[in-house]
């Protein structure tokens, strides 16, 4: 079982920046972010493969996000850019590919 712990979520104006945090309790081959707005289905944001380092965007937001793994502390890291209203959203990591595993989410507000 792997435990995985969002960290970083909060609330900016249109135009900034966060990063999100997410730290597994153990090994896992992918780890990736979710997002789910309300009443939107969820989806995918991006997704690295830990043992090759490839990257994956599956959305609208590659060139403005960013995904990045430690891979001595089992923390992937999501930087997020230029960020828009569109960006609000219960944000989730999940592990591996599909998922199994989620965390708790942490909430990213972005106003106008």
């Known amino acids: 079982q792997v435990q995985l712990v969002e960290s970083g979520g909060g609330s900016v104006q249109a135009g900034g920046s966060l990063r999100l945090s997410c730290a597994a309790s153990?090994?896992?081959?992918?780890m990736g972010w979710f997002r789910q707005a309300p009443g939107k289905e969820r989806e995918g944001v991006a997704a690295?493969?830990?043992?090759?380092?490839?990257?994956y965007y599956p959305g609208a937001v590659e060139g403005r996000f960013i995904i990045s793994q430690d891979n001595a502390k089992n923390i992937v890291h999501l930087q997020m850019n230029r960020l828009t209203p569109e960006d609000t959203a219960m944000y989730y990591c999940a592990a591996p590919c599909p998922p199994n595993y989620w965390g708790q989410g942490t909430q990213v507000t972005v106003s106008a």
């Open positions: 153990g090994v896992t081959s992918y």
């Open positions: 690295v493969y830990t043992a090759g380092g490839d990257k």
